[in-house]
């Protein structure tokens, strides 16, 4: 089946770690996107890439980075730079632009950082 | 920059009545989208229904229906014979016809009541 994941479901770490949250795809989307997700924000662009080896910042990509070495494939690393990283984030992706097509999402990660 | 509103934080329906989600969206632009969104408790986000703004009759799936008002800037989603199911989050969403950059509303809580 075609489709996003997104590992782990669940992930905890300590403050001042960096993590990486993974997300693959297998639908030949080319851009792929990271959002995070706060009550009552609605989602948020971290980071998007159109195509391999290119990414943009969205609105709030201080204190994360990410790679797009292979097209299924676009890790969200959350550094400790990132002041208030517990959240809820979200991966998708889409064909390129120029068509009426949605994002596609994955089930998501909720990160804790305690 | 587009920005997207939905006014209503919470909505209520009884089951098998209708309800209507508000949304309304700021551009200059005159070839964009705007899609609707579903987000159980799982969090899985789920498209329910799209929108191209050239087209000036309103979308349909199924029980989901929209009134676009592109003069207006409003984007509604009315939902008929309202199930259990469809008891979500509902995040309205633009997206600009030349780029994947999508924006996101800050969600309405529907809850179904039996």
């Known amino acids: 089946d075609g489709g996003i994941t997104q590992s782990p479901k669940y992930l905890f770490r300590k403050e001042g770690q960096n993590v990486t949250l993974s997300c693959e795809q297998n639908?030949?989307?080319?851009?792929m996107y990271w959002y995070r997700q706060d009550p009552g924000q609605g989602l948020r662009l971290i980071y998007y890439s159109q195509i391999v080896n290119d990414f943009q910042k969205g609105d709030i990509a201080e204190g994360y980075s990410v790679s797009r070495e292979k097209k299924e494939s676009f890790p969200l690393t959350v550094t400790s730079a990132q002041k208030n990283p517990t959240a809820f984030y979200l991966c998708?992706?889409?064909?390129?632009?120029?068509?009426?097509?949605?994002?596609?999402f994955g089930p998501g990660t909720r990160l804790t950082v305690t | 920059a587009q920005t997207v509103t939905q006014s209503q934080p919470e909505m209520s329906v009884q089951e098998a009545e209708t309800v209507t989600l508000s949304c309304t969206y700021d551009t200059s632009e005159s070839d964009y989208y705007l899609f609707w969104y579903k987000q159980p408790p799982s969090r899985q986000m789920i498209l329910v229904i799209r929108q191209e703004a050239y087209k000036q009759q309103n979308a349909t799936e199924n029980r989901f229906s929209v009134n676009f008002q592109k003069a207006a800037k409003s984007f509604s989603l009315k939902i008929s014979d309202s199930q259990l199911g469809d008891a979500a989050m509902y995040f309205c969403a633009y997206r600009f016809l030349f780029n994947n950059d999508m924006r996101f509303g800050a969600g309405t809580r529907l809850t179904v009541k039996p």
């Open positions: 998708a992706s889409s064909p390129y632009s120029g068509t009426a097509y949605e994002q596609y």
């Open positions: 639908l030949n989307h080319d851009a």
